[in-house]
């Protein structure tokens, strides 16, 4: 196992520009009851129907219409990273089960997983976790609305998670790496727990990934993926799930669950619709996609269908990388064929994550640049067009050295450090043309951004300002920390505009520390479980940045949870 300061970094294999929004909803709806029309929310009479009528109204179907049935003990929906973690643990301890993706291969793996006080942090020597603490700082982060026993599940269980899991990838030929958190990165103006979680497979996001290989795995022990089977809806009935219907090739299939049915088919973030209605602030400040299209949302409705209660408040992961040319503002566009898309044509400018000085459209400067990835995206929202200008100058990589970012923005270094110049990375692996602009004079720069009159003489006043800040130490504006100031004044120059580029949601099905489903009473809903993106109680209004990878570390998790609840069944 390797030791690694974030060397080797996400590199989201995701669609970005155009994404299909609307019309993704799913062709299990077509001929089914039309879902009503987005509601007037100027009344506070409809603001009730406006929090839900994205719902739709569950398919009917009948049983003269099913041509194929199967039977077994776990029925798992999405062969994403929760699915597949539950597929591999349900095949090593003999759970009959099925994996019903709607796909034709394996959903894109995460290969960065959080665990909690795994033995591999322990070989490296760092300081234990302190799992209360831990609990309470992922509580902090949502504001309380959370359920501290989803928390502790993931802090409890990831250590033996990983553990297992890592034989598995490291005889297929990935060896896990380790990303060990130091004091010299302190962020954000204020102070945040910042442990060692985050274990990674190298050589990361190349092919075979952790779910192919957990396929490889399952296949040996004699089971394969049920590809090209899309959810219609769950079978249920007096508070019980019993399976599930799909839409296949052959037509409508019933798929039969003895012990338990597993959602596991992502977030809603390629669906607009509902993007809107639960995430109402992602308009204001997101630009780019970096999300699956498989993440439409209708595993979720699913769910509620069968009985069960979203969490109340959204928690989309915003990135701070959702790069675009001047003059364009943040917001969905429409295609001609109705869908809908965000205006960024690449999915994340991962420099943008460096905490360079940025401005907005009037040439001020409005917050700290060292805050989390889409806490600066949020503030950006209440500025013109809900975007802003990151600017820098010809000692960047210097200063990007001295940032000592941590997370998926120590990319940015890990690609420097490999000896790739900063103008072949920005222009060519992430830039694209037309998005990072360059020259050898800030007035250039400021013409070729769209600063004009007023404007360009407020941004250079702000440019002054700023390198006074640098050269005395303090950053008495908004608080950043001093070894991430850093001048602007060695040519030459280079700027480009960001919104927030949306990865996924984290808002689901509200479930119990066994993953279990739950209803508006609180009570479990016999025979579902939701792991992942669609389920909650984990996550609200963010993504918990400094702890880095916990996302998919409670992912995986949950999935694996789920399989060893089964198959301790009677």
């Not at 802090?155 to 034989?167: K, L, Q, R, T, Y």
Request: overall charge negative; hydrophobic content about 35%; glycine content about 12%.
């Amino acid at each position: 196992m390797e030791q690694s300061n974030g060397l080797s970094r996400r590199d989201f294999l995701t669609l970005g520009g155009a994404v299909a929004g609307a019309g993704v909803l799913g062709a299990a709806l077509s001929g089914c009851s039309p879902k009503p029309q987005a509601p007037d929310t100027t009344s506070r009479d409809n603001m009730e129907f406006a929090r839900s009528y994205w719902l739709g109204e569950e398919p009917q179907v009948s049983e003269a219409d099913i041509v194929e049935e199967e039977t077994c003990e776990l029925l798992i929906i999405g062969a994403g990273n929760a699915g597949m973690m539950a597929a591999g643990t349900a095949a090593d301890l003999g759970v009959d089960f099925i994996v019903a993706e709607k796909g034709s291969e394996v959903g894109d793996t995460r290969e960065y997983i959080a665990a909690v006080n795994s033995k591999f942090t322990k070989s490296f020597g760092s300081d234990p976790v302190d799992g209360l603490k831990l609990v309470n700082e992922v509580t902090r982060y949502a504001s309380g609305r959370v359920s501290q026993d989803v928390i502790k599940t993931w802090i409890d269980e990831s250590a033996e998670m990983i553990e297992w899991v890592e034989p598995i990838m490291t005889a297929a030929g990935k060896e896990l790496s380790l990303t060990v958190m130091s004091d010299d990165h302190k962020a954000g103006g204020t102070d945040y727990y910042e442990p060692t979680l985050e274990h990674f497979f190298n050589p990361t996001y190349e092919y075979p990934m952790r779910n192919n290989i957990l396929e490889w795995y399952i296949n040996d022990r004699g089971n394969e993926i049920r590809y090209g089977h899309e959810l219609v809806k769950l079978c249920h009935d007096d508070g019980k799930v019993t399976g599930a219907l799909f839409r296949t090739e052959a037509g409508l299939k019933r798929i039969t669950a003895t012990k338990g049915t597993l959602l596991a088919t992502g977030g809603y973030a390629a669906n607009p619709e509902m993007v809107r209605a639960n995430l109402p602030l992602v308009e204001r400040c997101v630009t780019a996609s970096s999300f699956s299209l498989r993440c439409d949302g209708y595993g979720l409705r699913a769910g509620l269908w069968a009985g069960g209660v979203k969490d109340v408040n959204g928690a989309p992961v915003i990135f701070d990388r959702g790069a675009v040319p001047p003059g364009v503002d943040a917001g969905y566009r429409t295609n001609p064929d109705g869908t809908q898309h965000f205006p960024g044509t690449v999915y994340q400018l991962n420099i943008g994550s460096q905490p360079f000085l940025k401005v907005n459209r009037r040439g001020n400067r409005f917050a700290n640049e060292s805050v989390p990835y889409d806490t600066f995206c949020n503030m950006a929202s209440y500025q013109p067009g809900g975007v802003y200008c990151q600017i820098f100058d010809g000692s960047a990589v210097e200063d990007i050295d001295a940032f000592k970012t941590t997370g998926c923005a120590s990319y940015t270094k890990a690609m420097l450090d490999s000896g790739i110049p900063l103008e072949d990375y920005m222009f060519y692996v992430d830039g694209g043309d037309g998005l990072m602009m360059k020259a050898d004079t800030l007035d250039e720069l400021a013409d070729m951004l769209g600063f004009q009159g007023e404007d360009k003489q407020t941004l250079f006043e702000t440019i002054d300002h700023y390198n006074a800040l640098v050269d005395s130490g303090k950053d008495t504006d908004y608080g950043k920390e001093p070894h991430r100031l850093s001048r602007i004044d060695t040519p030459p120059y280079y700027g480009c505009w960001y919104g927030g580029s949306l990865l996924t949601t984290l808002d689901g099905l509200r479930i119990d520390g066994d993953m279990r489903v739950l209803d508006a009473d609180s009570n479990v809903i016999e025979g579902l479980f939701a792991a992942g993106d669609v389920s909650g109680c984990f996550f609200s209004d963010n993504y918990p940045e400094y702890l880095v990878s916990c996302a998919c570390g409670r992912t995986c998790t949950e999935g694996r949870h789920v399989a060893k609840f089964i198959a301790a069944m009677a």
